[in-house]
């Protein structure tokens, strides 16, 4: 079956570690994102790829880093920047070329500073 | 620049009625789309309906329909005969070209349904 899966679904950092969140996809997507949310909050944009080997920043993008060096994978890594990285973290995928189809999304990744 | 507002951080509405949950936008793209997300409390994004700017009609998917006035820049989505299953939270998304084609989401609404 296609889709997009994230992992871990829970991740516990302790504080100074940078963590990675691995989000892989089997749509044969060019664009991927990751978002960040917040308890009773909406989806902020964190990065987004549209092709491989190139990202944009989002509104949110201090303290987080991505590669895009496949087409199907687009970890993140949340860095000791990240002065409050406590949150869920979403990464989709999507189309490019039209505004008609939607976003598809993996299960999320739970992040807990300890 | 683009922007999603949703204006309503919980509704409750009794089982079997129907409910509007509003969302406003605003773009200078005359191209966009615009999308509605169900995220039960598992959080697992679950796509509902889509818009097109340039659409006729109002779109429509089983319970669902998009209420869509161009001329106000206001997408919401109406949920009719709700069911305890619908009680989640609901997010307004817009994609458009000037965007790069990124979606962005708004705040969210949270409904609960009522027996």
């Known amino acids: 079956d296609g889709g997009i899966t994230q992992s871990p679904k829970y991740l516990f950092r302790k504080e100074g570690q940078n963590v990675t969140l691995s989000c892989e996809q089997n749509l044969n997507h060019d664009a991927m994102y990751w978002y960040r949310q917040d308890p009773g909050q909406g989806l902020r944009l964190i990065y987004y790829s549209q092709i491989v080997n190139d990202f944009q920043k989002g509104d949110i993008a201090e303290g987080y880093s991505v590669s895009r060096e496949k087409k199907e994978s687009f970890p993140l890594t949340v860095t000791s920047a990240q002065k409050n990285p406590t949150a869920f973290y979403l990464c989709a995928s999507s189309t490019t070329g039209t505004l008609n189809t939607e976003a598809f999304f993996g299960q999320g990744t739970r992040l807990t500073v300890v | 620049a683009q922007k999603i507002t949703q204006t309503q951080p919980g509704m409750f509405v009794q089982e079997k009625e129907a409910v509007t949950l509003d969302c406003t936008y605003d773009t200078s793209d005359p191209s966009y789309g615009l999308f509605w997300y169900k995220q039960p409390s598992s959080g697992e994004m679950i796509f509902l309906i889509y818009q097109g700017s340039y659409d006729q009609q109002n779109a429509t998917e089983g319970r669902y329909s998009l209420n869509f006035q161009k001329a106000r820049k206001s997408a919401n989505l109406v949920i009719s005969a709700s069911q305890l299953g619908d009680s989640a939270m609901y997010f307004c998304?817009?994609?458009?070209?000037?965007?790069?084609?990124?979606?962005?989401f708004g705040a969210g609404t949270r409904l609960f349904v009522k027996a």
């Open positions: 998304a817009m994609r458009d070209y000037t965007g790069g084609f990124k979606t962005i």
